[in-house]
């Protein structure tokens, strides 16, 4: 540990990290990503001098992309993005890096969204969607990555990590499902491997999701939609003691186009109290969340075109699942002249049955394919950071320093069912496993037009194994140092330009390092993989304002890995694969001609391949080259308003050669309403507003349907997208 530090603090002392933030700028106590600046002087010394700097004003548009309003280029500050102070009070990200952006909880609601998870799409280049049902984790894409159910893009909602490890459906696992989409404050979006705060699961991007302390007005609202969808919330805050207390909880009923139908059971609850200010403060939030639901998972396309089912039918009728979560978690910052400390620690407890049949009867002719995977963790954790500023050599300098923890207790298994009974254990094992970051960075700014950034995290992990296959059980631990760096140039013209480089990781389900037969018939050999894997990345961009109420940047990277994780299709699960490298280009633009009105277009292209040879190719399944959105919104606090949303899913390589490819789609949302004087507001959301045939998500593997031969038959697997359907929203404010 001493070697650890000593390393990390000569980094450190002999370097520049990420940009101060400008005067009078704000910083909000929840958010775990990062630290306001404190300034020292230590005794005898002489005070340190501030560079001016513009101020930024606040955001006054309700429903922009960019996160801030004035007419001087974006800086930067500490941990990789600056807080600003966003119209509702949300600390505004404002980047080092060209693809670092934050949205407001405005933004992320003022367009329509079929499922909670959706709201995510804010992110520019992210897919968000689903190929089973509505308790089950999202499947997410990003930057020319299947990244399934959460691997590679870390999430954290009020600074509780939501991407779990050794997960029973697969690596990475992260279930918003919880989330209330009225609550959030701020999304706070960094991508790549550059940042010495994030580890496990960044490596494409991280998004921190942050809640309100405080409701402007309470609120209560209905909504009622086709497919017999209904959804309740109501949500408020008020004095208590020298704190605040909000309160919130939503219901939700929906079954969905499909056959069999869905039958989600939603229950979601949010208790919070906060007091104090963002620098010296606390709060406490709990959280319980609840679902039970019926599953159309992915099925064989032949089974469609053969008219066994229809578009919207199930293979499978008894496929599901049940999930539940309940935590506790804490913030507390305080600022002295020593710097600014902030620690953030959290217990979860959550719960989850999957049951899915994803090749009907290809490995059991008789009672058919379902299996039944169980997670069943405890996990603890906390993050500790301090930030002080000092004098490098002269220059403005700020340090953060910072430790990362967190132990999972796990229960996880895997079963062969049948209309969701035990038929068999396949393996079920006891797993504790836990990590420690420890990391720090330093930004100088050694002119009003350069700043430069590195850093260094040591990340360590050491797990557990006790297995029902005894071979399999095992100790596991590794340990990996990934050093970051960036740059900043500008502003000239109202553009700065943005260079960044880093090595960053992701971890393996820890059952696969320990692991050495078969689960099944415990005899054949099983290769180990390794418990943590590398990554390295660098991007270059830029962020211009030059033209009058347009924000537009352009950011150009590469991600390499030593081994790519898959989702296995007809698995249900998560594999380590070959080494890979993505290159690719976004650019995203923000318009905003007038106060009440908003255009956005955001693209990005990807090159996904494998980089080893293999006579199967080099095609990576699932990655997609195109991704696009446009988006349309207007209004303002009261009288008319809408929306139209626009999201392109570029065709994407079922398998390595590319012979077989996905569909594309292109699905429009749209939403009018009327906001009145006293409070209420009517809404229509119109989703899939030109009903589009397409899919949600398709895979390319063998499954045998009843009668056909018994070594399967590949074909494409298919998730339709739901047809147009509305949903008729009252809301009420006071």
């Known amino acids: 540990m001493r070697r650890v530090l000593l390393r990390i603090f000569s980094a450190t002392a002999s370097s520049a990290v990420l940009m101060l933030p400008a005067e009078g700028q704000e910083w909000t106590a929840s958010q775990p990503d990062q630290l306001p600046p404190v300034t020292i002087t230590a005794p005898n010394a002489t005070p340190p001098k501030r560079i001016a700097r513009p101020k930024q004003p606040q955001n006054r548009g309700a429903r922009s992309r960019t996160a801030v309003r004035s007419n001087q280029p974006v800086t930067a500050g500490a941990g990789g993005v600056t807080p600003g102070t966003s119209s509702d009070g949300a600390a505004a990200l404002q980047p080092t890096a060209a693809s670092a952006i934050s949205f407001t909880g405005e933004q992320v609601n003022a367009v329509p969204f079929v499922r909670v998870g959706e709201a995510l799409e804010v992110v520019p280049g992210l897919i968000v969607t689903q190929h089973s049902g509505e308790g089950k984790a999202n499947q997410y894409f990003l930057r020319g990555f299947n990244l399934d159910h959460g691997t ?3 999430i954290k909602v009020d600074g509780m990590p939501v991407n779990v490890p050794t997960h029973g459906h697969g690596q990475g696992y992260a279930d918003i499902n919880f989330l209330i989409p009225e609550l959030i404050q701020s999304v706070n979006v960094r ?3 550059y940042y010495a705060d ?3 699961f960044s490596s494409a991007g991280s998004v921190a999701i942050d809640y309100l302390n405080k409701l402007p007005k309470n609120l209560a609202e209905v909504t009622f939609g086709s497919f017999d969808y209904r959804r309740g919330v109501a949500a408020g805050s008020t004095a208590v003691g020298a704190g605040t207390m909000l309160a919130a909880v939503e219901s939700i009923k929906y079954d969905g186009p499909w056959d069999v139908p869905d039958n989600v059971r939603k229950m979601n609850g949010v208790l919070r109290y906060s007091q104090g200010t963002a620098t010296d403060g606390l709060t406490l939030t709990a959280m319980a969340y609840s679902n039970g639901w019926n599953s159309t998972d992915q099925v064989a396309q032949r089974a469609i075109d053969q008219g066994i089912i ?6 499978d009728p008894t496929d599901g699942g049940t999930a539940s979560r309940f935590s506790l978690s804490g913030n507390w910052a305080q600022s002295s002249e020593y710097g600014q400390s902030k620690v953030n620690a959290y217990v979860v407890r959550s719960d989850l049955q999957l049951f899915n049949n994803f090749t009907y009867f290809l490995d059991n002719p008789v009672n058919g394919d379902q299996f039944n995977q169980l997670d069943r963790r405890t996990l603890g954790g906390f993050d500790a950071r301090h930030a002080f500023d000092w004098r490098f050599g002269g220059f403005e300098t700020q340090t953060r320093v910072g430790m990362q923890s967190r132990y999972d207790d796990i229960h996880v298994g895997l079963f062969k069912t049948e209309q969701r009974a035990v038929l068999s254990t396949v393996r079920e094992d006891r797993v504790q496993e836990g990590n420690v970051g420890i990391w720090a960075d330093t930004t100088t700014r050694w002119n009003d037009w350069l700043r430069t950034t590195v850093g260094i995290r040591e990340d360590v992990f050491a797990g557990r194994v006790l297995s029902d296959t005894p071979e399999n059980s095992g100790n596991a631990q590794a340990t990996i140092t990934s050093p970051k760096a960036g740059i900043v140039l500008g502003p000239w013209y109202k553009t700065e330009f943005y260079g960044n480089a880093g090595y960053g990781l992701h971890s393996n389900d820890i059952r696969g ?4 037969v078969d689960p099944i018939d415990k005899v ?3 290769d180990r993989v390794p418990l943590l894997v590398r990554s390295k990345g660098a991007e270059l961009g830029f962020r211009t304002k030059a033209i009058e109420g347009l924000t537009s940047s352009v950011a150009v990277f590469v991600l390499d890995f030593d081994s790519e994780l898959l989702f296995v299709g007809d ?3 998560t594999e380590a694969s070959r080494p890979s490298r993505r290159v690719g280009v976004e650019w995203v633009n ?16 990807t090159r996904a391949r494998f980089t080893d040879f293999d006579a199967a190719g080099n095609f990576i399944p699932g990655a997609p080259a195109w991704i696009a959105s446009g988006a349309i919104t207007l209004g303002s606090e009261t009288g008319w308003f809408g929306a139209l949303k626009a999201r392109y899913f570029g065709p994407r390589p079922l398998i390595e050669d590319d012979s077989v490819r996905s569909l594309a789609s292109l699905i429009f949302n749209a939403r009018a309403g009327y906001r009145f004087d006293n409070g209420l507001k009517l809404q229509l959301d119109v989703l899939n507003l030109f009903n589009a045939r397409t899919n949600q998500i398709e895979y390319y593997y063998l499954s045998r349907l009843p009668g056909e031969p018994i070594g399967g038959v590949a074909d494409r697997h298919v998730h339709p997208a739901e047809p147009l359907a509305v949903r008729l929203t009252l809301a009420g404010r006071f």
Not at 590 to 605: I, N, R
Request: proline share 10%; aromatic share 12%; no cysteine.
């Open 198 to 200: 994030v580890g496990d």
């Open 152 to 154: 590679d893009l870390s």
């Open 571 to 573: 698995a249900g699960t």
């Open 191 to 193: 991508k790549g491997p």
């Open 310 to 315: 229809g578009r919207f039918g199930s293979l």
């Open 590 to 605: 923000q318009y905003k001609p007038k106060p009440w009105l908003s255009f956005d277009l955001d693209v990005a292209y």
């Open 524 to 526: 054949t050999p099983q």
């Open 513 to 516: 390092a320990t692991i050495t």
